[in-house]
């Protein structure tokens, strides 16, 4: 199994070939590993919490309003709203125990570490990083592994970082002396003939590729810890941190051992190539610290995961794999479900965050959320999986899918089309949840942004953003609700499924 590796001793030279934007970064790093930076990483972890302020706001602003201008109104449109408006409360409900969930994991981190410096783990950590291998991806992968190997040295002196790519890839060449430059990388080549039990195709299946290569290698033994990573989706000292602390609670539960968990995925500003999609990206970190942190963090991921930061025993992906069949486009979905099934209770949520890129144009935005809501539907109706699982995960695709529907413009525009002049509900009685849902979305936004902009340059909001995700709201909805209707109607129609990886800025 593989042991301790060499980082090379001359970093000035080997960066000297490096292609990344981001090599200034790099170099900063080494300046994190001093023990004064210690407290820094402990208190940046931890000192942050959700507020809660803008959710209680929120509701009693939308209360009030909706409780004075409501008529109630008993048509056909009127009993619709009433429906599709209160749809998602249950989804709501369940994230603001995610925020309660989330604040409590953070104070109980800081008591439990405080006054501790760097965490060292022995265990074995293998990240992953599956890649299309294309020139226009390779900067952000390349950015990525450098920062892996920048900071995931000072907690692991175990650590291998494995690159995945087919056989012919566009960009092999660079992303072989991308792996030649440090012993701490190796390059993974799926051959073009590998074909999985299944027939499971795309990133699946290089995933299920090198999956089978640890089990070859005997490294699938459960001090061995499995990150996966997508390739524009770096690390933080912080993200070390957390994963080294997570790791040392399991060796200390013993039989209570967690074997599955997840962080924050965080978008820093500078990484963004589109202004308005990085606003609207402002809703992943906080679906990560309400409605995920909720499931995976009290035990049982039935949301689902996201495929990076996600870290996984080794031993226990070995009884799972990624071997899901050809129609499978949503593979990290899809094994925690299988994890649901067979390891109820061992997830667990922590406070790290990784470093990734929103999508670089409109386009790539709608292809993504389009790919996220078809996959998901394939799996609602996949009988393979558990009937109980498969319900949760159908009441969100179906949110999602009556998305446009909850749109204020599109009901504005719904009622001057049908000449109808009322759009309050049926009855008062369900006000209390709409303005609920109102404000769990204004909770979203606002939070997110602020994750988004702590980490990215000056660590703060610029004045105007926090005005901007608020008021473009409606647009986001369109750009969020449009594709997962599109995704879910192209897998009701049966036409077939593909994955399409998008470019993301360096």
């Keep these: 199994m593989g042991g301790p590796k060499a980082v090379p001793p001359d970093w000035d030279a080997w960066l000297a070939g490096r292609e990344s934007s981001s090599i200034e970064q790099f170099r900063i790093a080494r300046t994190w590993f001093g023990p ?40 056909l449109l009127s009993w619709l709203l009433s429906v599709v408006w209160s749809w998602q409360i249950f989804t709501t409900l369940t994230a603001i125990f995610g925020i309660r969930r989330t604040r409590k994991a953070l104070r109980e981190s800081e008591a439990r570490w405080s006054g501790h410096g760097w965490t060292r783990s022995d265990d074995f950590l293998i990240v992953v990083v599956p890649t299309i291998g294309r020139h226009d991806t390779y900067p952000a992968l390349e950015r990525s592994v450098l920062s892996y190997i920048a900071y995931l040295t000072r907690c692991f ?47 699946a299946r290089a995933t299920h590729y090198s999956h089978e290569l640890r089990i070859r290698e005997h490294e699938a033994t459960d001090d061995t810890w499995v990150l996966h990573m997508d390739d524009d989706t770096g690390v933080g000292p912080d993200t070390a941190l957390a994963i080294a602390r997570f790791i040392e609670e399991q060796v200390q539960a013993g039989r209570d051992a967690k074997h599955l968990a997840q962080g924050i995925l965080t978008y820093p500003r500078e990484y963004a190539a589109n202004r308005l999609i990085w606003l609207a990206d402002s809703v992943r970190p906080a679906e990560d610290v309400g409605r995920f942190s909720a499931w995976t963090g009290t035990g049982t991921p039935r949301a689902g995961v996201h495929g990076e930061l996600l870290l996984v025993r080794a031993s226990i ?25 067979r390891y109820k209770g061992r997830s667990a949520w922590f406070g790290g965050r990784c470093y990734g890129a929103s999508p670089a144009s ?64 049926a009855t008062l009685l369900v006000i209390p949840l709409w303005a ?66 998008i470019a993301k800025p360096s």
């Excluded at 004064?36 to 942050?48: I, K, N, P, S, V």
């Excluded at 792996?179 to 990388?185: D, M, N, P, Q, T």
């Excluded at 498969?390 to 009622?415: H, I």
């Excluded at 995700?469 to 077939?496: T, Y």
């Design 36 to 75: 004064r930076h210690a407290g820094e990483l402990h208190r940046r972890l931890t000192r942050w919490r959700p507020a809660y302020w803008p959710l209680v706001l929120s509701y009693l602003a939308f209360v009030v309003s909706d409780a004075w201008f409501a008529h109630p109104f008993g048509d």
């Design 436 to 501: 609920l849902n109102m404000a769990y979305t204004i909770w979203m936004y606002w939070e997110g942004l602020r994750v988004n902009a702590g980490v990215s340059g000056g660590g703060r909001r610029k004045w105007w953003e926090p005005l901007a995700v608020i008021l473009l709201i409606p647009i986001f909805g369109l750009m969020e609700g449009l594709p997962g209707l599109c995704g879910f109607v192209k897998f009701a129609r049966r036409v077939e499924n593909k994955f399409k990886v």
């Design 317 to 341: 992906e070995a009884t799972i794999g990624w071997d899901f069949g050809p129609r499978s486009i949503v593979e990290d979905a899809h094994f925690a479900l299988i994890f649901c099934t």
């Design 362 to 425: 409109l386009r790539d935005f709608y292809r993504q959320r389009e790919r996220w809501s078809w996959g998901l539907a394939g799996l609602v109706f996949n009988r393979s999986l558990q009937l109980r699982n498969r319900l949760l995960l159908g009441y969100s695709v179906m949110t999602w899918v009556v998305g446009p529907m909850q749109n204020v413009g599109v009901v504005l525009l719904l009622a001057i089309l049908l000449a109808h002049s009322n759009t309050s509900p």
């Design 157 to 203: 002196p175990r650590l291998r970082i494995d690159i995945v790519v087919d056989e012919g890839c566009e960009a092999t060449g660079r992303i072989a002396r991308l792996a030649a430059g440090s012993e701490l990388v190796r390059l993974v080549t799926v051959p073009r003939q590998y074909r999985t039990a299944n027939g499971t195709r795309f990133k």
